[in-house]
């Protein structure tokens, strides 16, 4: 027993890579994201999106800003690079004149003013920038220097300018890109979304579909149940009806044709002895005793008629259309000779058919009471010996 033991056990290793593999699936199962992870990294992900754009958009005002402020400095750089070629002017002139001397005294003054207003706008400035030194603020101070001061403010001022409308550039192509980002992000969530509804309603329509198909049939034989058989009645007689009214319309347009009423019929059956069936070979022999019958009914009608399980060993069959009674006859002693064939191949010997015939509009007129009607004629056959079938107003 030992060895035959050893033999039909799964060597260690096969056995350590098998739940390994196992391990490895459930992980992978686990690992895969589902709608709610896919939405929640989406919204993360516009989240964060949204907030660099925020950035962006606030460094470029900034930017814009600090070019705008350049443009003032510059703009009070050329006031003073004005005043000074003003001074170099009243310089050059040949005559020592006193008109001369008070009109360089007042350049000089003009020229100090202006770069005095110039390095206050640069103290000022939002960003960091080398201030003038207040000894070149000065009427006295030297021309050179001041040349010196105006053309290295003048240069500084002009690169900071520079780099920030770069800036700015970079800063609004940076906005551009993550527009269209988060416009595609916002279309695949929006692809998702619906994705996921169409998903949804699939799903909720395949559960409505088999839950309107639960409580339409029975479970067990698969038949359609009572509930079912009277929406299919109800609904063949309205046609039939109408389909009578019809005929009569066109009987009257042609005098030689004749109004051929459509009729429909129930066949009510009723199993005789199946009681025994259960109380002597158990509920499991009579469960497939009546799947058996079932398919056996199924089979023997058409397609276009409807066999029904009305509950327990009741059963009903509702014809759309025939023409005489001896059609209706023909169906019953094949519905009962379906029961005999069940019946022999499980090896009963106990099982047989009591079938009630009705039929709308002759002679029940109403079809709510076609059921009903089938039901009574079905008793009397029961009570005639069983094993037959009769009309509403006649025992075969």
Same mark, same amino acid.
Request: aromatic share 6%; charged share 20%; hydrophobic share 45%.
């Given at each position: 027993?030992?060895?035959?033991?050893?033999?039909?056990?799964?060597?260690?290793?096969?056995?350590?890579?098998?739940?390994?593999?196992?391990?490895?699936?459930?992980?992978?199962?686990?690992?895969?994201?589902?709608?709610?992870?896919?939405?929640?990294?989406?919204?993360?992900?516009?989240?964060?999106?949204?907030?660099?754009?925020?950035?962006?958009?606030?460094?470029?005002?900034?930017?814009?800003?600090?070019?705008?402020?350049?443009?003032?400095?510059?703009?009070?750089?050329?006031?003073?690079?004005?005043?000074?070629?003003?001074?170099?002017?009243?310089?050059?002139?040949?005559?020592?004149?006193?008109?001369?001397?008070?009109?360089?005294?007042?350049?000089?003054?003009?020229?100090?003013?202006?770069?005095?207003?110039?390095?206050?706008?640069?103290?000022?400035?939002?960003?960091?920038?080398?201030?003038?030194?207040?000894?070149?603020?000065?009427?006295?101070?030297?021309?050179?220097?001041?040349?010196?001061?105006?053309?290295?403010?003048?240069?500084?001022?002009?690169?900071?300018?520079?780099?920030?409308?770069?800036?700015?550039?970079?800063?609004?192509?940076?906005?551009?890109?993550?527009?269209?980002?988060?416009?595609?992000?916002?279309?695949?969530?929006?692809?998702?979304?619906?994705?996921?509804?169409?998903?949804?309603?699939?799903?909720?329509?395949?559960?409505?579909?088999?839950?309107?198909?639960?409580?339409?049939?029975?479970?067990?034989?698969?038949?359609?149940?009572?509930?079912?058989?009277?929406?299919?009645?109800?609904?063949?007689?309205?046609? !039939? #009806? /109408? +389909? *009578? %009214? =019809? @005929?009569? $319309? !066109? #009987? /009257? +347009? *042609? %005098? =030689? @044709?004749? $109004?051929?009423?459509?009729?429909?019929?129930?066949?009510?059956?009723?199993?005789?002895?199946?009681?025994?069936?259960?109380?002597?070979?158990?509920?499991?022999?009579?469960?497939?005793?009546?799947?058996?019958?079932?398919?056996?009914?199924?089979?023997?009608?058409?397609?276009?008629?409807?066999?029904?399980?009305?509950?327990?060993?009741?059963?009903?069959?509702?014809?759309?259309?025939?023409?005489?009674?001896?059609?209706?006859?023909?169906?019953?002693?094949?519905?009962?000779?379906?029961?005999?064939?069940?019946?022999?191949?499980?090896?009963?010997?106990?099982?047989?058919?009591?079938?009630?015939?009705?039929?709308?509009?002759?002679?029940?007129?109403?079809?709510?009471?076609?059921?009903?009607?089938?039901?009574?004629?079905?008793?009397?056959?029961?009570?005639?010996?069983?094993?037959?079938?009769?009309?509403?107003?006649?025992?075969?």
């Amino acid at each position: 027993m030992a060895p035959e033991a050893a033999k039909t056990s799964i060597p260690i290793p096969e056995r350590t890579r098998s739940q390994r593999a196992a391990r490895g699936r459930a992980f992978a199962i686990g690992l895969r994201p589902g709608p709610a992870v896919i939405a929640a990294a989406a919204l993360v992900c516009l989240l964060i999106g949204l907030l660099y754009l925020a950035q962006q958009i606030r460094t470029i005002f900034s930017d814009q800003l600090k070019q705008e402020y350049s443009g003032l400095v510059l703009d009070a750089v050329d006031r003073a690079e004005n005043a000074r070629s003003l001074v170099g002017v009243w310089q050059q002139l040949p005559d020592a004149t006193a008109t001369r001397a008070a009109g360089y005294r007042t350049a000089r003054t003009e020229l100090a003013q202006r770069l005095t207003s110039l390095a206050a706008l640069v103290k000022a400035s939002p960003s960091a920038a080398p201030h003038l030194p207040p000894s070149l603020l000065t009427p006295d101070a030297d021309l050179r220097d001041t040349d010196a001061l105006l053309n290295s403010v003048s240069a500084w001022w002009r690169a900071q300018r520079d780099a920030d409308s770069a800036d700015i550039r970079v800063r609004i192509a940076h906005v551009a890109h993550m527009l269209i980002a988060l416009a595609a992000l916002l279309f695949c969530m929006l692809i998702t979304a619906l994705g996921m509804y169409a998903k949804r309603n699939r799903q909720l329509a395949g559960q409505s579909h088999e839950f309107e198909h639960a409580a339409l049939h029975d479970a067990m034989t698969g038949l359609p149940n009572r509930r079912k058989l009277f929406a299919t009645l109800e609904e063949a007689a309205k046609k !039939s #009806s /109408a +389909m *009578a %009214s =019809s @005929a009569m $319309a !066109s #009987s /009257a +347009m *042609a %005098s =030689s @044709a004749t $109004a051929a009423p459509h009729k429909i019929a129930v066949l009510y059956i009723d199993l005789d002895g199946f009681k025994q069936v259960n109380d002597s070979l158990g509920h499991r022999v009579g469960d497939e005793f009546l799947i058996a019958v079932s398919k056996r009914f199924r089979v023997s009608v058409r397609k276009v008629d409807l066999v029904a399980r009305i509950g327990g060993d009741e059963f009903a069959v509702l014809v759309r259309e025939f023409s005489t009674n001896a059609e209706l006859g023909e169906i019953a002693r094949r519905l009962i000779a379906c029961v005999v064939q069940t019946d022999k191949e499980i090896g009963n010997g106990l099982v047989r058919a009591s079938i009630g015939i009705a039929s709308f509009p002759d002679p029940v007129d109403d079809y709510h009471r076609l059921v009903a009607a089938a039901d009574e004629a079905m008793y009397r056959v029961k009570r005639s010996g069983k094993n037959s079938y009769a009309f509403v107003d006649e025992v075969s």
